[in-house]
């Protein structure tokens, strides 16, 4: 079976790239997983430290593991937005097939260390886990926004430096990198979020020569995400736009049928929705629409 490190090379090859989903649930990890066998595409399931105290660090590893292992199908396990070493060291523990370390409101240099630490530590337990780094600060809440999130700057000055990030990769050797590049954690109210840099996104590419990532990839076009995955971009990660498709499902759902008092009926229609807005975006990160 391919691993998650043969996915991302293909990806790389091809210029497409590799759908991240966070979940929270059992009916979001299956909406996740149908989405993606029917697209025939490789997938990553995502849990932030919250998703993750939520859901069972170990058990979140027992249940991707289960559908890849009955399935032999390439799905694989995110830790999402860990912002300490002991978190990272835990997820690595539990068999996670990668770790991101958020240091993005660290200073540079502490960002670094701390990253440079957790590549280390992930390398001397299974030098198969992937480790994704990340510069620049985009927000850290995933839900439907009014505004760009307080503190996060989006004009091309504070954008992410091709020499700041060829000088991070080369040092902490990380398989992945997160920049800022317009891209916001959540989505706007208004309509599509702003758009991406994708000459930044090129910039940074050559720089690092390692895979980028797109995180807060809700709410941005298809056309922008697409020029994004062609200048450098191998995994986007989705998160708002579930829990929205998730949210409005489940309340038409408990108001078609508002005596229903089993889950698994309610919440048939969710799972569905989920599904659907999975497989939409798998189709436009083939770039194949």
Known sequence: MQTLRDCLAQ?????????????????????????????????????????RHFVGVRQAAALVGSLRQQYDFPIFLNADHTYSFDRVKEAVDAGYDAVIFDGTELPFEENLKVTKECVAY????????V?????????????????????VKIAE????????????AKET??????????????????GV????????????????????VLHGGSGNSAGDINAA?????????????????YRKALMLSLQESPDEIA????????????EKAVAEKLRIFSRLR
């Open 11 to 51: 990806a790389v090859q091809n210029k497409t790239a590799l759908g991240h989903f966070n979940i929270s649930n059992l009916e979001g990890l299956w909406a996740v997983f149908d989405a993606a066998r029917q697209q025939k595409a490789p997938v990553i399931v995502g849990l932030s430290e919250g998703e």
């Open 122 to 129: 992930a390398r001397s337990v299974n030098p198969e886990i």
């Open 131 to 151: 480790v994704e780094g990340e510069l620049g600060f985009i927000g850290k809440s995933s839900k439907v926004l009014e505004a760009v999130p307080a503190g």
């Open 157 to 168: 000055e504070f954008l992410t430096k091709p020499e700041e990030a060829a000088r991070f």
């Open 173 to 190: 050797q990380v398989d992945l990198l997160a920049p800022a590049v317009g891209n916001i954690h959540g989505m706007l109210k208004s």
């Open 193 to 212: 979020d702003p758009a991406l840099h994708s000459a930044k996104i090129k910039e940074i590419a050559g720089a690092v020569k390692i895979p980028l």
């Open 229 to 245: 995955i062609a200048a450098g971009i191998a995994v986007v990660h989705i998160n708002t736009e579930l829990r929205v498709a």
């Open 263 to 274: 889950p698994y009926k309610y919440l048939k229609g969710p799972r569905l929705a989920m």
